[in-house]
Each structure stands twice: as structure tokens, then as C-alpha cells.
């Protein structure tokens, strides 16, 4: 299937390409300033994401991003266009109502507003705990979805108490779940996830057939529905602090 849509007349159509950004604002992210790193870091990703979705032919990113802590809100009520994008910080505060920011996903995963032809959405989920509710029947709802299905999900354990066994439920693979123990690896984290965009974008990583690990057997690159992501994930943060 071409990449690209042709309207009547040549003009040629961007798919849509949707970017969530969910984000655990419960009240142990205040400890140790981690909500402020995240607000810093998601802040200083979005030059970055601008400028590589200004030569892209391929894709039009919109970016949403939702809170969840005691219930789950996003920001805007729309997806927003990537060149006029701003964030909004968080504060900290409240439990964990992961079951909450799931149920919303689903909402904004249907179609509409989501477009058939839409490229697979990414979904970057930040949390440094547990889940305070029942989570488990809105996530298989998510996961059963066609855009649920489809869509690159990444998570983010920040610190040592994230519930990793949630995330990798939430991501399906366990090399998705990336580890930020300390305020440095946050922000090369959250900068990496931001770059998955570009992936998603970009033909090749919707190829087929792909390798999947290093001679090594180190993995590479991951398969995640019809996607394949390059694992290039930054490392070697030093000792943990979170």
C-alpha cells in the first residue's frame, strides 16, 4: 500500500500520526523533584520533534498529552499539530487511577477521532508506582482495540517502585519498558521515546520481515504490532537514586 494519498487534483495527503504522552501525576511523583524533570524533559523534546517532522513527507504528528493521579484529565481536548504544540506542566498530587487514564485512551483510540488511515499511534506511559484501582479490565479493553493493537506503547519505570510487571503488561514486551532511576536517565528516556515518532514515520520500519537481535543475541530492534522500533536506547546512567 502506498505511503502516501493522492487527492483529486495531485495534491498529496500526510497520514495522521497521534503521539500520546500519559503521565502518572500521583503524589509520590513530587518526591525528589521527578515531576519537574518530567516537565522539563517532554518541554525540551519538542524542538527536537518539530524539526524532524518539518522535512517529513510521510506523516502529520499531533501530540496530546493526559494526567492521571486521583481520576485521569487530558491537557487539551484535542490533538495538537506538532509546530504549534505547548506543554502544559503537571503538578503532583493524589493516587494512581491507572484504570482512569486507560479508559480515556480508549476513548480517544476509536475511530473517530482517531482516522482509518491513520499511521499505528505511540503511546509513552510514565508512572514511579502503583496502580491504586482496578486497571486490568480497561487495559484488555485497550488492547483489544484495532488502534490498540496497532499502536507502539512505551513505558517508563521512574525509580525503583514502579511496578515494572504493570508496564510490561501495558507495553506487551518487556524490552519497552525503559528504566529511569535517576533524573539523568529520565531525560534521556523521555528524549528517546520522543524520537519514536520519526520511527513510526518512516517506511522501513513497517517492513515485514526483520531481524530482531544481534549475533550477540542483545536485541536491536523490537516488533510491536506492524512496527518495528530500533532499541537504541541509552544506558550506563551510573548509581540509582530514585
Request: glycine share 6%; net charge negative; proline share 7%.
Amino acid at each position: 500500500m502506498s505511503e502516501m494519498i493522492r487527492r483529486p487534483g495531485g495534491e498529496m495527503a500526510k497520514r495522521p500520526l497521534n503521539f500520546f504522552w500519559v503521565v502518572d501525576c500521583s503524589g509520590s511523583m513530587s518526591v525528589e523533584n521527578k515531576m519537574q524533570q518530567v516537565n522539563y524533559a517532554i518541554q525540551s523534546t519538542i524542538p527536537d520533534m518539530r524539526e524532524a517532522a518539518k522535512d517529513n513527507t510521510n506523516a502529520q504528528l499531533y501530540v496530546q498529552a493526559m494526567q492521571f493521579s486521583t481520576g485521569a484529565t487530558w491537557l487539551t481536548t484535542q490533538p495538537e499539530e506538532i509546530e504549534t504544540y505547548q506543554w502544559r506542566d503537571m503538578t503532583a498530587s493524589g493516587v494512581t487511577d491507572l484504570g482512569k487514564a486507560f479508559e480515556l485512551l480508549c476513548g480517544q483510540l476509536s475511530i473517530p477521532p482517531m482516522s482509518d488511515r491513520a499511521l499505528p499511534p505511540v503511546i509513552v506511559l510514565l508512572s514511579d508506582g502503583q496502580p491504586t484501582d482496578s486497571y486490568r479490565s480497561q487495559l484488555d479493553q485497550l488492547l483489544n482495540m484495532p488502534w490498540g493493537k496497532k499502536a507502539v506503547r512505551i513505558a517508563i519505570a521512574i525509580g525503583r517502585d514502579a511496578d515494572r510487571s504493570v508496564l510490561e503488561e501495558f507495553t506487551g514486551n518487556k524490552e519497552l519498558v525503559l528504566d529511569a532511576n535517576n533524573p539523568q536517565a529520565l531525560v534521556a528516556m523521555i528524549k528517546w521515546a520522543s524520537t519514536v515518532a520519526k520511527q513510526v514515520s518512516t517506511p522501513a520500519s513497517r517492513r515485514a520481515n526483520v531481524e530482531t537481535s544481534t549475533p550477540s543475541g542483545a536485541p536491536s530492534s523490537v516488533q510491536t504490532g506492524p512496527v518495528t522500533i530500533d532499541l537504541a536506547v541509552p544506558d550506563d546512567f551510573g548509581d540509582d537514586v530514585w
